[in-house]
């Protein structure tokens, strides 16, 4: 079955270290993104991607780096830069052009992140 | 600032009565819009979409309006069912943009038995 997967489910961070969130899709969408969701806020865009190695920062992107070396591919990193890490990441792809208009976005189950 | 608004964070519902989730927007090049319904810890899932050349888009128990000149959306479910208590989030994309959707921060709705 075709999907996108994002691992692990929980995760906990001390604070000060880096913790890479990963993101994988077997859908051969082109673009994929990171959103974040904290309670009352929706849901807000960190990074994206529309194409293998190249990517672009989103509304809230300070305190977080990503990389695209593979289609299938889009880790997110949380570093110690980031203030308030606490949250559920979430991960989505989809078709770039036309097609990603009216179909939307495929999201993963998400990621929730604690720091302890 | 934020172009597309929910501005009801939660509702509650009587089962079998029908209910109404609203979303206003300013952006007046938004192309198509969605709806999508998500569980607690887990992804978002799509629900039903508009393009912005139609009034109305209906799927079984799910019917989206759209009124461009108010530029509001609304979603109605009838009849309501306890396996429709979720968060919904409205999304809006421009097609001359990027490709990126704009979410509303979301309604809680609670179908009561």
């Known amino acids: 079955d075709g999907g996108i997967t994002q691992s692990p489910k929980y995760l906990f961070r001390k604070e000060g270290q880096n913790v890479t969130l990963s993101c994988e899709q077997n859908?051969?969408?082109?673009?994929m993104y990171w959103y974040r969701q904290d309670p009352g806020q929706g849901l807000r865009l960190i990074y994206y991607?529309?194409?293998?190695?190249?990517?672009q920062k989103g509304d809230i992107a300070e305190g977080y780096s990503v990389s695209r070396e593979k289609k299938e591919s889009f880790p997110l990193t949380v570093t110690s830069a980031q203030k308030n890490p606490t949250a559920f990441y979430l991960c989505?792809?989809?078709?770039?052009?036309?097609?990603?208009?009216?179909?939307?976005?495929?999201f993963g189950s998400g990621t929730r992140l604690t720091v302890v | 600032d934020q172009q597309v608004k929910q501005n009801s964070p939660s509702l509650s519902v009587q089962e079998g009565r029908i209910s109404i989730l609203n979303c206003d927007y300013t952006?007046?090049?938004?192309?198509?819009f969605l709806w999508y319904k998500k569980y607690p810890a887990e992804g978002p899932t799509f629900l039903i979409s508009?393009?912005?050349?139609?009034d109305k888009n209906e799927d079984g128990r799910f019917t989206v309006f759209l009124n461009k000149s108010a530029k509001h959306l609304s979603l109605h479910i009838v009849p309501s069912q306890p396996g429709d208590s979720a968060v919904y989030f409205c999304?809006?994309?421009?097609?001359?943009?990027?490709?990126?959707?704009?979410f509303g921060t979301g309604t809680r709705l609670k179908v009561l038995a």
């Open positions: 989505a792809s989809s078709i770039h052009g036309q097609g990603a208009t009216s179909y939307g976005y495929t």
């Open positions: 859908l051969n969408h082109d673009a």
């Open positions: 991607s529309q194409i293998v190695n190249d990517f």
């Open positions: 952006n007046s090049m938004f192309d198509y």
């Open positions: 508009i393009s912005s050349i139609k």
């Open positions: 999304a809006a994309i421009a097609v001359t943009g990027t490709y990126k959707y704009i």
